[in-house]
């Protein structure tokens, strides 16, 4: 009976130490191959494919899974490949699943030749040391808007660009804008009382994202920027007064409770149904709207705290990166993606994704193309990246300022409360 | 019998069908509702009505066109990862359940853990591993990765039934001279196969259900099985709802006759005839 | 008769020949013995091979990143500074953990509690005879076929406060005003997530124990209705003592996917509204794959593997019979 004991805590043993040593030795590898850069076959190349018969065979990863935007975004790819001299397959993961799989390859170095980012991402995985810097590969940074190249900016290096960038603002109703009698709103305060109006038994005034996966906090942005509030600090008076507005708009009744379980797409789906007569919103949203039939919307720039104040609205979309491969590669990704931000191929991309070309000049040609992007080319000079000031905090604040915003549209917390709960979890 | 007598069963077992439908309705009304959103086309949480009085095939249309490998891929996936499971997990039940020693009950909470952790957790181990063998975006690797799903909870599974296996019967096909293979082939898995069926069954839908290893472990749009190819109608902005319904309908219409086909097998008392 | 014959057999092994078989003694019976053991390992290996391969590196892993400082950076370079105890700290003195372990509870054994009563109720009905009754009974596991995605957000629909089907019908029944916040409200979100994970879980509680009520003999509630024993004392004298082993897996199984569960909380509602529906395995997702803390994420996902451990353990030992019979 010892003997067997014995040899039972023996073989338990070696088993936790075989699998000790195993995940001690992965680590520390991954560690080393990322000292020898350079390497293809080190695991680097294996996700993204090896050259065939001379020419290097890239990936790029994004999350643009559904049509059209797949397709004209592979057609892009595909044509910027062949004039560099490559092939290139797309990978597309659905949006909430590229983060996690970001994430993997990181740990495993085998992050595809072209990766798209969501902007507020590329400063922790541009700490990491796994992306390029741009600029040095030949990437022409000139004639861009400054916010987009410093949102793609890492302690002074750009490291990623993005062809296309969006902003929010107010879309509403113009029939029932009309039979109210009821001009757009520029003010909270004109807001309220038009969101009043504009409530019946058929349709609430009002309806914005409130939920907790990202977009509550980017739709709720504007509303805590205009009015003075900063993300190092959640609770100022500031701060409050711009939560205390939102969730008084649920209290008279003006908006829906729901809106802390909606996204943008959800939002959207409400107001074409007509269940609201405005929405805050983006232009992404315009192809399928105008496919609604006898549905009449305008835009409006988002209402400030008073009237004269400058709105202060937040800077989306994805940019993309070149990580670190091997130097053929990383060259060859970068003329890639230098010819995807050429202003024709911005313009393409753009009219896809219902986005704003980041090069000037090509934004400036597509307000002229569609007055209704008018009122967001003008946004964007000015739009706001969310990581400017906090750079890699910006998730962590992200949480918590969703969770103060559905504790206080829910009536669990007052806004004084939730925001002082969303400081102290910093 | 007594004619009367025998109405009244008659009527007995009407009766409980009937019940058994109106559990059936309740219990499926989500999945009324997702029949019903998939003939509707453009559906969104609010536009789809009771019933489906514009009818509309667009949403079949585009799944099929789209779809039909995928489904292909996680059956094929799907079945080889069950038979795996189960030729895997069956010898170690019975081994755990007749050969009590001193390492059961370790080896028996060991298997009881491995339920415990999450499967990303999981997965993202195994992205690490497969890639270093060269196993990433592979049907193989998928059907071992997705057997491994069904390995634990079938160990556990087939052992409480196969504990309740009568020690004479063994031991008289022991007495009549046969290995242990034998035994365990000729006489343990006929008198456990209730047990077995049930733990293929969920091994079936563990692996065919299975998300997170199909993403984990491929890329591309190398190997996708269903689960994951759903996601093509659900783009950031626009969610085509009616194709991904239809989609759902289509996948769950072969799946769903395999489980008819199993379920017949399970039959009762067994092991109450063999001790006679 | 036959009761007292069932209780013989469950004792018996074939590890331990009766003595008047073994002529030849003490080495025979060593001999035999050590056939078995062999057999025993036999059996068991691949079975282990597996187990070691797939899931001994994730737990070590796991329990090694919960006592570093583990960043983004750390899964790029592989390097983590030892942080000793500071994230299990963080964990706890989160203000949030004494709540996510109260919510953790409540919808565990809620879940559970309402998984295993419906679906012993329905194996127990469906184990009559009646025509249909195979059909019914594998349409019923439907839900588990669908996709994740597609049967979680047709509940999203269901749930709507203004315009799904349940407050649709619960206002034109008059039983409520037609507006409750099934999935806005932060504590009928947890109701919500309860309801659907009921829901889930009821067809694999009625499947196994159905095999396992089809395992009871015949014989046995014949011979009980001819000593004129009413139904109720039948499921407690015989269905429920023999169910027991079977029982005892899907309890333990039960519990063990419930408290794993992250799917269905993370479509419906994705812990919220402000933390409503945040269970120990939501939080821990959430911690290492939007806050990017691993290190914390791994740490709560350890305390979870605990609290799942520990509630195993208990439950065998009040239980002996359900897990390891004889």
């Known amino acids: 009976m010892m003997v067997h004991r014995r040899r039972r805590a023996a073989l338990a043993g070696a088993i936790l130490g075989v699998c000790l040593t195993a995940a001690a030795c992965s680590s520390a590898s991954s560690a080393s191959s990322a000292s020898s850069a350079g390497s293809p076959g080190s695991g680097a190349g294996t996700a ?66 072209l990766l798209m980012l969501d902007n507020p991402f590329l400063q922790q ?87 907790n996966d990202g977009e509550g906090a980017w739709t709720f942005l504007p509303f805590f920027w205009s009015n003075g509030g900063d993300l190092e600090h959640l609770n100022s008076p500031q701060a409050v007064q711009a939560l205390q507005f939102v969730s008084s708009l649920v209290k008279s009744g003006s908006m829906s409770q729901s809106v802390v379980t909606w996204a943008q797409s959800d939002v959207n789906e409400q107001f074409m149904a007509g269940k609201a007569a405005m929405m805050i919103n983006g232009p992404w949203q315009f192809p399928v709207l105008d496919q609604q039939a006898g549905l009449k919307y305008g835009v409006a720039s988002i209402p400030v705290p008073t009237a004269g104040a400058a709105a202060k609205v937040p800077l989306g979309g994805e940019v993309w990166t070149v990580p670190v491969t091997s130097t053929p590669r990383e060259q060859a990704a970068a003329k890639v993606l230098a010819c995807m931000n050429s202003s024709t191929n911005q313009l393409a991309y753009a009219k896809a994704n219902g986005y704003i070309p980041s090069l000037e000049s090509a934004a400036k040609q597509i307000a002229v193309q569609s007055p209704q992007l008018a009122p967001f080319v003008t946004e964007v000079g000015t739009a706001l990246s969310r990581t400017a000031e906090v750079g890699t905090a910006y998730p962590k604040i992200q949480t918590a300022m969703e969770t103060a915003l559905a504790a206080a549209i829910t009536g669990q917390q007052t806004p004084q409360a939730a925001m002082s709960a969303a400081q102290a979890a910093q | 019998m007594p004619p009367y007598r025998a109405a009244t069963r008659q009527q007995k077992s009407l009766a409980s069908t009937v019940l058994a439908l109106v559990i059936l309705a309740v219990m499926l009304f989500p999945v009324y509702w997702m029949v019903n959103s998939s003939l509707q086309p453009g559906a969104t949480s609010f536009t789809t009505s009771w019933l489906p009085v514009h009818l509309g095939l667009s949403g079949y249309r585009q799944a099929l066109s789209t779809q039909g490998g995928h489904l292909v891929t996680s059956i094929v996936i799907a079945l080889a990862a069950t038979a795996i499971a189960i030729v895997v997990a069956a010898p170690a039940a019975y081994a755990l359940a007749k050969f009590p020693g001193r390492s059961t009950r370790p080896v028996l909470m060991s298997t009881l853990i491995t339920q415990m952790i999450p499967g990303i957790v999981i997965a993202n181990s195994l992205y690490q591993t497969y890639n270093s063998l060269h196993l990433l975006n592979s049907i193989p690797g998928l059907m071992l990765a997705d057997a491994s799903l069904g390995i634990p909870f079938s160990i556990l599974l087939m052992r409480s039934f196969m504990a309740s296996i009568p020690g004479e019967i063994i031991e008289a096909a022991r007495v009549d001279g046969a290995n242990p293979l034998r035994i365990f082939l000729s006489v343990v898995v006929p008198v456990s196969r209730n047990g077995i069926i049930t733990a293929a069954l969920f091994s079936f839908l563990f692996a065919w259900s299975d998300f997170v290893f199909a993403l984990t472990l491929t890329s591309a749009n190398t190997v996708t099985p269903v689960t994951l190819g759903i996601y093509q109608f659900l783009g950031s902005d626009v969610k085509q709802w009616t194709p991904v319904m239809a989609t759902a309908v289509l996948a769950s219409i072969p799946a769903a006759a395999l489980l008819v086909l199993a379920q017949r097998y399970i039959a009762s008392g067994i092991t109450g005839g063999a001790v006679k | 008769m036959t009761i007292g014959r069932l209780q013989d057999t469950k004792a018996g092994y074939p590890g331990r020949a009766p003595a008047a078989a073994t002529r030849g003694g003490r080495s025979r019976r060593r001999l035999a013995l050590r056939r078995d053991r062999l057999t025993y390992w036999a059996f068991l290996a691949p079975a282990l091979l597996y187990l070691v391969a797939f899931f001994a590196y ?169 000593d004129g024993t009413g139904p109720i004392s039948r499921f407690r004298y015989i269905t429920w003592p023999l169910l027991r082993p079977v029982t005892g897996v899907v309890v333990i199984l039960g519990f063990v996917y419930t408290v794993k569960v992250i799917d269905i909380i993370l479509v419906l509602t994705g812990g919220g509204p402000a933390n409503g529906s945040l269970t120990l395995a939501v939080q821990s997702y959430k911690l290492s794959f939007e806050n990017f803390a691993f290190g914390q994420g791994a740490a709560m996902s350890n305390v979870l593997i605990v609290v799942a451990l520990i509630f195993a353990v208990i439950y065998l030992r009040i239980n002996k019979q359900a897990f390891l019979s004889s």
Request: net charge neutral; with cysteine; hydrophobic share 45%.
């Open chain 1, 48 to 113: 993204s494919g090896s050259t065939a018969g001379g020419k290097l065979s890239l990936t790029a990863e994004d999350y643009f899974t559904a049509e059209p935007t797949h397709n004209v975004v592979g057609g892009i790819l595909n044509a910027c490949a062949a004039a560099a001299g490559v092939t290139i397959t797309q990978d597309s993961v659905a949006n909430p699943q590229l983060m996690p799989k970001v994430l993997q390859q990181l740990s495993a170095h085998t992050l595809p030749d």
């Open chain 3, 58 to 226: 994730p737990v070590v892993r796991n329990v090694l990143i919960s006592f570093q400082n583990y960043s983004i950076t750390s899964l790029y370079t592989g390097q983590a500074p030892f942080a000793g105890l500071a994230n299990y700290r963080a964990i706890f003195d989160s203000g949030l953990f004494g709540g996510v372990v109260v919510t953790t509870a409540i919808f565990t054994v809620c879940s559970m509690a309402g998984q295993f009563v419906i679906g012993l109720g329905l194996a127990v009905f469906f184990s009559r005879r009646f025509p249909l009754n195979g059909v019914i009974r594998a349409l019923l596991l439907l839900p588990w076929l669908l996709p994740m995605v597609a049967s979680t957000t047709v509940w999203r629909w269901l749930l709507d406060q203004d315009s799904g089907a349940l407050n649709r019908t619960l206002g034109a029944l008059h039983i409520t005003a037609g507006t409750t916040p099934w999935l806005a409200s932060p504590h009928l979100a947890l109701v919500s997530v309860i309801l659907v994970n009921i829901w889930v879980g009821i067809p694999f509680n009625m499947v196994i124990l159905y095999g396992g009520l089809k395992e009871i003999p015949e014989e046995l509630y014949e011979a009980a209705a001819l």
């Open chain 1, 125 to 211: 995985i541009a700490a990491t040391g796994a992306l390029t810097p741009l600029g040095s590969d030949g990437v022409d940074l000139g004639g861009y808007y400054p916010s987009i190249v410093a949102a793609g900016t890492y302690q002074g290096k750009v490291y990623g660009l993005a062809p296309g960038v969006n902003s929010i603002a107010l879309i509403y109703n113009k029939t029932m804008l009309a039979a109210a009698g009821i001009t757009p709103p520029t003010t909270w305060a004109e807001l309220k009382t038009d969101a009043a109006k504009l409530t019946t038994p058929q349709h609430y005034g009002f309806a914005m994202s409130a939920d």
